[in-house]
């Protein structure tokens, strides 16, 4: 049991009385609160709650899954269904962290993993050098980098994670130590990078940086980044360098810094860094004019500054990039320059090429940084060959996006797709809270508890409407 208290344990387990619960126990000082094979989590919106009852709590969920990790794979038991008689149990574990945006997922994932990557002799540090950073040390450096890259300010939230994480953390059964951890990055809410919606702000290190930069406040010169004099940064939309976390200069600096910091640590050069950054604000200042409907786009005059800047920055020659976004290439790669065939965009056709290029470009550095991030783990663990051959019981940790309604017609395909994982999520933990226990008290021939079935509320028609047969998903797919 990973604490006296349960909520299954609540007599009357209805949705008024887990509030109930959950209300007092937050009063108390408790943020966390078990539930069966769960924890639920209400964010008290401050970093003052580290409380020794918090704390003692989240160590009990490390233990319970490294625990659980590290049972042998011949610890077998006898099953009918197996001709031989014996069945293999796995007992890799999986952390999913789920709620609505603001719960607080990523703080508790990285409490979480903080415990974790400190765990049995091995704690990360490379043995023949103390002076190595350890696996929490990267780790918490990398979160750092991907969360000013990944994070953004939304309507609800200030500091809501747009993308989401899949943490891999390997465990030698034969001596309990951490061998593995790697880092995988997926969804990142790319559409954001060329337009936040409205009333919100694009990623963080976008905002810090264009407000550092056009001070003279970044590695990079003012005239090296082509900033100088730029007011306005169409990319950002109406909030331009205003920061939900970091709203004062020095503020912002500050962040910057730290990310410096960390992208050193993890041999990634803030200079290049910088270099994509100006680029992509560039790029979204770039604009196109036509003198017909149908006719080929042109680039602005008045936007042949950012053009430079940006073909400077990506190193091409005068020219090139212009070529790129106003002219499509129809040939096969395999046919040569002289017989390609070639079509002249329009303005519409450009900046879908212009957007789709800063987007890459953006999503581009977060994979490098997991990249690297999964290079210097690998090489602070200490002689990871010993693994090759080891026993590995393996820990997954899951960190998604968190559900988020703007209102009637102000949520796009992308948060549509986020809300439904959510849902998803949502009827996995109400079957594990509510229903299974109903149902195992039936198969056992006890009585139901009053008002359980009727104390909560089930999402399974919210699921089939999106994923059902003729469902959202389908309908989307024939007007594709």
């Known amino acids: ?4 208290f349960n909520l299954q344990a609540v007599p009357n387990l209805t949705e008024d009385a887990v509030l109930d619960v959950l209300c007092q126990r937050f ?6 609160t078990p539930a069966g094979d769960m924890i639920i989590a209400v964010n008290p919106c401050t970093s003052d ?9 989240l160590g009990q969920v490390a233990e319970r899954a490294r625990v659980a990790a590290l049972k042998p794979v011949n610890d077998a038991y006898a099953c009918p269904t197996d001709p031989t008689g014996r069945y293999e149990r796995a007992h890799d574990q999986i952390v999913l962290i789920s709620g609505d945006s603001g719960a607080g997922k990523t703080s508790t994932l990285n409490r979480l993993l903080a ?9 990360g540090c490379d043995a023949r050098d103390s002076t190595a950073p350890s696996a929490g040390t990267i780790l918490a450096a990398a979160n750092e980098l991907m969360e000013a890259w990944g994070n953004a300010g939304t309507q609800l939230n200030p500091n809501s994670s747009r993308f989401c994480r899949f943490l891999d953390l390997g465990l030698d059964r034969r001596s309990g130590s951490l061998c593995r951890l790697t880092v995988r990055s997926f969804l990142l809410e790319t559409a954001r990078v060329t337009g936040p919606a409205r009333g919100e702000r694009n990623f963080h290190v976008l905002h810090h940086f264009a407000a550092a930069a056009t001070r003279g406040r970044t590695v990079m010169s003012v005239d090296d980044l082509g900033v100088e004099g730029a007011e306005r940064w169409l990319y950002l939309g109406a909030q331009q360098d205003l920061s939900p976390i970091a709203e004062s200069l020095d503020a912002i600096c500050a962040a910057l810094k730290r990310c410096q910091k960390a992208a050193q640590m993890l041999g990634v050069s803030w200079a290049d860094l910088e270099r994509v950054l100006a680029i992509v604000l560039h790029l979204g200042n770039i604009a196109f004019v036509h003198t017909a409907a149908a006719a080929p786009a042109c680039i602005d005059p008045a936007s ?6 940006a073909e400077n920055l990506l190193g091409q020659s005068p020219g090139t990039l212009a070529t790129w976004l106003t002219v499509k ?10 017989d390609a065939i070639y079509r002249h965009r329009t303005v519409p056709e450009a900046t879908a090429a212009r957007d789709a290029l800063a987007r890459t470009l953006y999503e581009r550095v977060l994979l490098h940084i997991v990249d690297r991030t999964n290079m210097v783990l690998a090489a602070a663990l200490s002689n990871p060959t010993d693994c090759e051959d080891a026993e590995v019981g393996w820990i997954g940790l899951v960190d998604v996006f968190g559900f988020e309604h703007f209102g009637v017609g102000e949520n796009g395909l992308e948060q549509l797709l986020i809300n439904y994982v959510n849902e998803r999520l949502h009827a996995h933990y109400t079957w594990h809270t509510f229903e299974r226990e109903r149902r195992e008290r039936v198969e056992e021939g006890l009585a139901e508890v009053e008002g359980v079935r009727a104390g909560y509320v089930e999402n399974d028609g919210v699921v089939e409407l999106l994923d059902g047969k003729l469902g959202v998903f389908d309908l989307l ?4």
């Open 49 to 57: 709650y580290v409380m020794p009852a918090n704390q003692e709590l």
């Open 115 to 123: 415990r974790l990557t400190d765990i049995g002799p091995f704690s």
């Open 329 to 338: 290439h129809l040939s096969s790669p395999t046919v040569s320059t002289r």
């Open 27 to 32: 009063h108390d000082g408790n943020v966390y």
């Open 304 to 309: 042949l500054d950012f053009l430079t800047a």
């Open 477 to 480: 797919n024939e007007v594709r």
């Open 1 to 4: 049991m990973m604490s006296d």
